[in-house]
Nanobody, 115 residues
Framework: QVQLVESGGGLVQPGGSLRLSCAAS????????MGWYRQAPGKQRELVAG???????NYADSVQGRFTISRDNAKNTLYLQMNSLKPEDTAVYYC?????????WGQGTQVTVSS
């Protein structure tokens, strides 16, 4: 059973940056397309960014140009570099498969953008 552990969230001022990490257990990480998702209070979970096993990336329009998704297959770790953060980026961020049958969801990491 794959386990996903997100980390790196926190409180940041508008315009600031954060780098999220997602550690995945299991040996299949390198062949699975992965993504970052977020869920704000009262809203549905939404896809933020995805990366295929061939390192092709995909971003939601709302984060295009500000967020960068990457992966280190040797470390079974997925990253999300978030720059120029806005209050509307406030949410719990999760990692999981990209547009596929999901693994069990992790606990997520809270990102709060506020002055």
């Amino acid at each position: 059973q794959v386990q996903l552990v997100e980390s790196g969230g926190g409180l940041v001022q508008p315009g600031g940056s954060l780098r999220l990490s997602c550690a995945a257990s299991g040996s299949a990480f390198s062949i699975v397309a992965m993504g970052w998702y977020r869920q704000a209070p009262g809203k549905q979970r939404e896809l933020v960014a995805g990366i295929t096993r061939g390192y092709i990336t995909n971003y939601a329009d709302s984060v295009q140009g500000r967020f960068t998704i990457s992966r280190d297959n040797a470390k079974n770790t997925l990253y999300l570099q978030m720059n120029s953060l806005k209050p509307e980026d406030t949410a719990v961020y999760y990692c999981n498969k990209f547009r596929s049958t999901f693994y069990p969801w992790g606990q997520g990491t809270q990102v709060t953008v506020s002055s």
